[in-house]
Every structure is written in structure tokens, then in C-alpha cells.
């Protein structure tokens, strides 16, 4: 049996169970027990906080483990990363008061630097030869400033907006975070067997989720200016239609590009185009 923690609720729960479903491990969410079984196969999924993720999958309670890295990295136990999963972006930034001038990473030489992830910070100014004082607190880490106490932050940012309306700048990225999928270091040749089969599911799942299909009819004579415009896994698929001159012409595109080549697609005469989604991309 495998384990696989996730978080109960919070910013990656819906996401992370959203993965699981696409990669086929199909597990009854109707009711969220905090263990629920998958119906095909050996494998169990463990509802928690996502601050007790590292730990459970350190002490192999749970095998794998999904969770922001920002929370691996703090905890500092010892898992291993096994790949990065395209969600739950956010930074951890040191911020300053907006109109204070910045000069780099030695204005904070001797501040009060308020956070809720000490270890990530200290080992941080440690390693630049830094001296800081570290206030460390739970939650409301952008109100420290102006309630007198801290003289900077080091907190998560995703848009920026919560430290503008405190009055704060961001002035550096220390960690680049997003959730990740973790994994007790020794696993059974078992377990290892599942744990290739799922990383190679969430690689399609990846490769897939930023794909339209694309297909559409197109004079034969703009073909090849379609076909420029279309590099495909391979090259499109073309097909003719029973109509002389037409053919109907197939291809994977980007999503952020998919709008340009429509445009440029149907300035060489493209007719009837359908964007179709792609479920799963095998490579
Ligand atoms: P829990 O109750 O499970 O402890 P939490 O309140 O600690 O939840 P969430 O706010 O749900 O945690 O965030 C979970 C993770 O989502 C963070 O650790 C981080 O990796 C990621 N994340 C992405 N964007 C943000 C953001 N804007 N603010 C906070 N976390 C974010
Ligand atoms: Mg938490």
C-alpha cells in the first residue's frame, strides 16, 4: 500500500486532489475522511494540514506527499523532491517599508525581520554573512511594520497586492516556490514500481494541460504556409477532404499561442476551425 499525503483543505487541496483524479487514481471525495482509499489501486490518500506533510513522509507514515516547497524547505526534513507540479505558485520575499531606500541586501544588517518561516530566512543571511534579528509569528506577518514590531518582513507573496495595501515594498525573492510532489527516501521495490508509474502519469497530465487540438480545412495551395505556421509533435496530420482543392489539417498548439495562429491561420484561408481540449499527451 501507498500513502499519499495531501493537503485536507487551504490553497492546494482542491488542486492536488484535481491531479490525483487526472492521473486515474480514483479515490471516492464525496465524503472527505481524513484516509480514504483509491478503488483501482494500492493506494490510500491521508488528509492533513500541509504543515505536517514533510513530516509524515519523513517518518514514512505516508510514502508521498504533496505541498508547497516553501514548506519542505523550512522544515527541513529529510524527503526527496521528486518533481515539481505546476501549481500553488508563490515567493518567499523580503519586504521593507515602502518608502524606506533600498540598497541592497545590507540594509538589513542588525533589523527586525518578522516572519513565519525562520529557518528558510536565517540559513538565507546566514550564508550571505549577515547579522538579522529574526521575530518570528504565526500569521499576520505584513501588519509588523507598522505596528512597531519588526523593521521588515519575509513572507509568502503571490500578487503583491496584501504587502501594497500594508504599505510595504518587496525588495528580494529568496525561494521561488510551488506545490511539489515528495517522497520518503526508501521506498519498497513496490512502492518505487507505483512511484515511476505516477511520475510518468503526472508528466503527461503536464505536457498536456497547456495543448488545444487544433483542426480546421484549408486550401491545398496555403498548406505549406499552414504547416509553417504549425510545428507539430511530428509534423500536422493532413488529410483530404472530398471537396477538390481542401484539406482538413490537424495539429497540438501551445493555449498562450493558440490566438495568434488563429488569426494567421485564417488570413491564409483557414475555414471551419475547431479548438478542441487535449486530455492526455503520451510522448
Ligand atoms: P493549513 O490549514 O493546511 O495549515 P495554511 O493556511 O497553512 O493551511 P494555505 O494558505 O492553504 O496554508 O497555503 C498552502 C500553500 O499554498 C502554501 O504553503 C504555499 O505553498 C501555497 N501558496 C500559493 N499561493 C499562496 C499565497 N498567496 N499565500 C499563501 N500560500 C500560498
Ligand atoms: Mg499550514
Not at 464525496?30 to 513522509?57: F, H
Request: net charge negative; charged share 25%.
Amino acid at each position: 500500500m501507498l500513502r499519499i499525503a495531501i493537503q485536507n483543505k487551504g490553497r492546494l487541496g482542491e488542486e492536488s486532489l484535481g491531479l490525483l483524479g487526472r492521473i486515474g487514481i480514483e479515490i471516492d471525495t464525496t465524503k472527505r475522511k481524513y484516509l480514504a482509499k483509491a478503488s483501482n489501486l494500492p493506494i490510500e490518500m491521508l488528509n492533513l494540514r500541509d504543515d505536517d506533510i514533510p513530516q509524515v513522509v519523513a517518518d514514512n507514515v505516508a510514502q508521498l506527499g504533496i505541498v508547497g516547497l516553501n514548506e519542505v524547505e523550512e522544515k527541513g526534513y529529510d524527503v526527496t523532491v521528486v518533481t515539481r507540479l505546476c501549481f500553488g505558485h508563490c515567493r518567499l520575499s523580503l519586504a521593507i517599508p515602502k518608502n524606506e531606500e533600498y540598497n541592497g541586501l545590507k540594509y538589513f544588517r542588525g533589523k527586525r525581520i518578522a516572519t513565519s518561516y525562520p529557518n528558510i530566512l536565517n540559513r538565507f543571511f546566514k550564508e550571505k554573512g549577515i547579522e538579522i534579528r529574526t521575530v518570528v509569528i504565526a500569521g499576520s506577518v505584513e501588519i509588523t511594520p507598522s505596528a512597531g514590531m519588526a523593521d521588515a518582513i519575509f513572507d509568502i507573496v503571490s500578487s503583491g497586492g496584501t504587502l501594497v495595501s500594508n504599505g510595504l515594498k518587496e525588495v528580494e525573492t529568496v525561494l521561488e516556490s510551488e506545490a511539489v510532489l515528495i517522497a520518503y527516501p526508501t521506498l519498497t521495490d513496490e512502492n518505487k514500481r507505483l512511484l515511476e508509474e505516477i511520475k510518468f502519469r503526472i508528466e503527461s497530465d503536464s505536457i498536456s494541460r497547456n495543448k488545444k487540438y487544433l483542426l480546421m480545412n484549408i486550401p491545398n495551395d496555403s498548406l505549406e504556409k499552414a504547416i509553417e505556421i504549425l510545428p507539430s509533435m511530428r509534423s500536422p496530420t493532413i488529410i483530404p477532404l472530398a471537396a477538390d482543392g481542401w484539406s482538413s489539417i490537424h495539429s497540438v498548439v501551445n493555449s498562450s499561442e493558440l490566438w495568434d495562429k488563429v488569426r494567421q491561420l485564417k488570413a491564409i484561408g483557414a475555414e471551419g476551425i475547431l479548438v478542441l481540449s487535449v486530455d492526455k499527451i503520451i510522448l
